[in-house]
Each structure stands twice: as structure tokens, then as C-alpha cells.
T-cell receptor, first 113, second 114 residues
Framework: GQQLNQSPQSMFIQEGEDVSMNCTSSSIFNTWLWYKQDPGEGPVLLIALYKAGELTSNGRLTAQFGITRKDSFLNISASIPSDVGIYFCAGRAPSGNTGKLIFGQGTTLQVKP | DTEVTQTPKHLVMGMTNKKSLKCEQHMGHRAMYWYKQKAKKPPELMFVYSYEKLSINESVPSRFSPECPNSSLLNLHLHALQPEDSALYLC?????????????FGPGTRLTVL
């Protein structure tokens, strides 16, 4: 089945540093979503991308839908302690007209004050 | 408003019990989903309802039984579960369940099976 490779698996950074994570796929996607999940809570949607090349910002977060449609990245600028959590990318393939999302394995972010 | 609510927040049950998880959304979405999530892993899709009809069952054991009474409500009935079924159960909803559709998740129900 389709898989998403999300990297890095984990990051431990100093407060104020910028963060970058990405997801790649062996096949093309027509939707990329980025979620953040706090322990014991549900994933919260951060950014949704629908067009190749699209670059979207949400506060300190910026995400891009890769031109090849096989990748996406998420950047967090000037990290703060509340950025701690697990970040998941998720994508939908063009043939996936059923609403089914494919998830990456997640990037665990820890921020040292 | 992009809120999906789930009850209960926590549930502990024995292997012979019958219980139900509930999910509700008032965003006018016509697709609703059940996911199972183990610690530090991504959500795994269980069921999809589109326009109140079951459209996807990801080969889930029959001890999990979904129900969609109306377009705003989604239930998951549990019976004779196993300890390995302990997990965070997430509900999500989206506008149509197809195309360029964004899923919004609820806070989850933490299920422990003894």
C-alpha cells in the first residue's frame, strides 16, 4: 500500500530555533495536511494544502506542497515550549476518492526552554 | 467552528462488557470517521460513513460495531474486547468524504480493556 516517509522521527531543539520536517511519497498526492497532536488529545489541523507548489502560512508555521506532488514540508520559526508535541503529515492520493488519508509516522518535537 | 466532540473522555471496561463511544459534530459535515491510535503511532482508519452510509470498513473485527443514527452523530459499539484493543479512539469529520476534503478530529476516548 501507499506509504509516507516522514522525517526526522524526533527533534530536540532550543527555544527560539527554527524547525523543519518533511514527508515524501513514492506516488503523487492531491492533498497534504499537517496536524499537531498533544499527549492524550486528538490531532489538530495546522495547515491544509491542495495545489502543487502551494505555500501557506499559519502564524509561525509555513508548509509547502511540493511541485512533484510527492512531498511536503512544514517549517516552524522561532520555536516556543508550547510547540512540543507530535506532528503528523497526511495525504490523499488522486485515486483515493473515498476520503481515506495516508499518515506519516510522525515527528516528535521537544523544545528546551 | 471546527469542533468534533467525543464522549466519554476515558473508559475502562472488562472483556465481557458492552459499551459505546459517541461522537458529534455540528459543522454540517456529511462524512464521519473512526480511527484507532496506539501510543506514538499515527491514527489507523477503522470505518468511514459518507452521507450516513458505511463506505469503508478496514477489515475491523466484528467486536467493533459502528452506527450513524444521523448526519451529526456517530457511535462505536464495543463488545467482548481484548486487552490489545486498548488505545485512543478518535472520531473525525469532513465535508463530503471525497476529493479535496479536510478531516477534523475530536479529542478522542482513551479506552482501557482489562
Amino acid at each position: 500500500g501507499q506509504q509516507l516517509n516522514q522525517s526526522p522521527q524526533s527533534m530536540f531543539i532550543q527555544e527560539g530555533e527554527d524547525v523543519s520536517m518533511n514527508c515524501t511519497s513514492s506516488s503523487i498526492f492531491n492533498t497534504w495536511l499537517w496536524y499537531k497532536q498533544d499527549p492524550g488529545e486528538g490531532p489538530v489541523l495546522l495547515i491544509a494544502l491542495y495545489k502543487a507548489g502551494e505555500l501557506t502560512s499559519n502564524g509561525r508555521l509555513t508548509a509547502q506542497f511540493g511541485i512533484t506532488r510527492k512531498d511536503s514540508f512544514l517549517n516552524i520559526s522561532a520555536s516556543i515550549p508550547s510547540d512540543v508535541g507530535i506532528y503528523f503529515c497526511a495525504g490523499r492520493a488522486p485515486s483515493g476518492n473515498t476520503g481515506k488519508l495516508i499518515f506519516g509516522q510522525g515527528t516528535t518535537l521537544q523544545v528546551k526552554p | 467552528d471546527t469542533e468534533v466532540t467525543q464522549t466519554p473522555k476515558h473508559l475502562v471496561m472488562g472483556m465481557t462488557n458492552k459499551k459505546s463511544l459517541k461522537c458529534e459534530q455540528h459543522m454540517g459535515h456529511r462524512a464521519m470517521y473512526w480511527y484507532k491510535q496506539k501510543a506514538k503511532k499515527p491514527p489507523e482508519l477503522m470505518f468511514v460513513y459518507s452521507y450516513e452510509k458505511l463506505s469503508i470498513n478496514e477489515s475491523v473485527p466484528s467486536r467493533f460495531s459502528p452506527e450513524c443514527p444521523n448526519s451529526s452523530l456517530l457511535n462505536l459499539h464495543l463488545h467482548a474486547l481484548q486487552p490489545e484493543d486498548s488505545a485512543l479512539y478518535l472520531c473525525a469529520s469532513s465535508q463530503r468524504g471525497s476529493g479535496a476534503d479536510t478531516q477534523y478530529f475530536g479529542p478522542g476516548t482513551r479506552l482501557t480493556v482489562l
